[in-house]
């Protein structure tokens, strides 16, 4: 029989910075939760857990492993923990944090993003304890008559009372009728699992509370949910997601994360330092003291955040190497990870930036020469057909923005 952790020290792990938007919901679930925990301490079988994702890119970012790091907190405390790719609830799209429908994706497309997803997942779970499943086996199987059933157990104006779709509904902009059916599907993921524990962000709760609604109507003991604040974005306001262009991603250049975090806006420091890092509460309380009386600076703040970051997901040295690199780039030198391309023969700079792969197409170096946008060797360029780049054995550097380097390298 395995053992576990005492019932306070595992509670005082799993629900830290957990939110809910209400003082009566904590006290429920951190009271079932408690118990769940005891039962399990007691019978020595493992609470089932489980988190889904939907598919939607085949990459993951720093919003994303808010909820894998507590996953992650489940299995090393003993518990089965359960990565739900949402292969079919992915080709819906979840309307939670949405002001309009999300594009929908096909199976195949779904799939396709789940191979990824999966692998960058592991770097957060451990892969040896971590069960993946598909939420298509199940739901792809449910006929029209089950969704009906389903759809039995709610109504409109509990669905109408959200935010996301009473806003819409105010301006009369449509909320289709496959919207309401996402959550639906979640909550027979529940049941299918059949799960102690289901975790979410916090704009989630609905459709994790739908679960224990239909778990409680099957007759089925209705799982807990614990919900965790949303990570913002690189603009500071709204959530993190890689189809706002806001993102940070695990997979991206250490040099890349640590000037993503450096230049973030001042205010993010806290809500990033509290869901992404190893940080305990009072290292972040007490950095976080210094900033409001100015004993800390906030770049320096910052630059200790992206430090840690970098470190989670490639390590100390990369991290370390990443914060030299950040000095470089903001002299416009270029970071030791950029690429290199090759030179054999001269070229103008829209043929290099487009053979290079710098850019899709000539017609967009174009546009970002003529908006000052591009520098070789320090200097700003403002003619890409007459600027010539020559084999001359030696190296140029090339600078799109203030991110993307090349260093173009002779093969003479």
Known sequence: MPEFPPVDEQMAILMRGVEFGDDQTRTNMEAELRLRIEESRESGRPMRVYC???????????????????????????????????????????????????????????????????????????????????NHRWLGELDFGGV?????????????????????????EPIWLHEFFYALMQGYDAIMLDTDVQIGGTDQLFNLMAGRTLMSARGMRPQVVLTFPILVGTDGH???????GNHIGIDEAPGVIFTKVVNLPDHTFQNFSELVTRWSQEE???MVAQMDSGELEPQAAKRALAKEIVSIFHGEKRAEQAAVD?????????????????LSEEMNLLELMSASGLVRSKGEA??????????????????????L????????????????????????
């Open 389 to 412: 780049v020559e084999p001359n054995g030696g190296e140029s550097i090339l600078q799109v923005g203030k991110k993307r380097f090349l260093r173009v390298v002779s093969t003479e």
């Open 52 to 134: 889904g994702f939907d598919p939607t890119s085949s990459d993951l970012h720093l919003g994303h492993t808010v909820p894998l790091r507590k996953l992650r907190q489940f299995q090393e405390l003993g518990h089965t923990v359960i990565f739900l790719i949402g292969t079919f609830t992915g080709t819906i799209g979840d309307p939670s944090d949405k002001e309009s429908a999300r594009t929908q994706q096909s199976l195949e497309e779904a799939m396709d993003n789940a191979r990824g997803f999966t692998q960058q997942a592991h770097r957060v779970l451990d892969r040896e304890k971590t069960v993946i499943d598909y």
């Open 326 to 342: 950040a000095v470089r780039m903001h002299e416009g030198a270029a970071p030791s990870d950029a690429p290199q391309f090759r």
């Open 366 to 387: 174009r546009r970002l020469i003529q908006q000052g946008g591009v520098r070789l060797n320090g200097e700003a360029v403002s003619d890409g057909v007459l600027t």
């Open 238 to 244: 709204m959530r993190m997601s890689k189809s706002t």
């Open 284 to 286: 972040i309380d007490g």
């Open 148 to 172: 009906i059933r389903l759809a039995s157990h709610f109504t409109v104006q509990q669905f109408l009372a959200r935010d996301n779709f009473s806003n819409r509904h105010a301006k009369g």
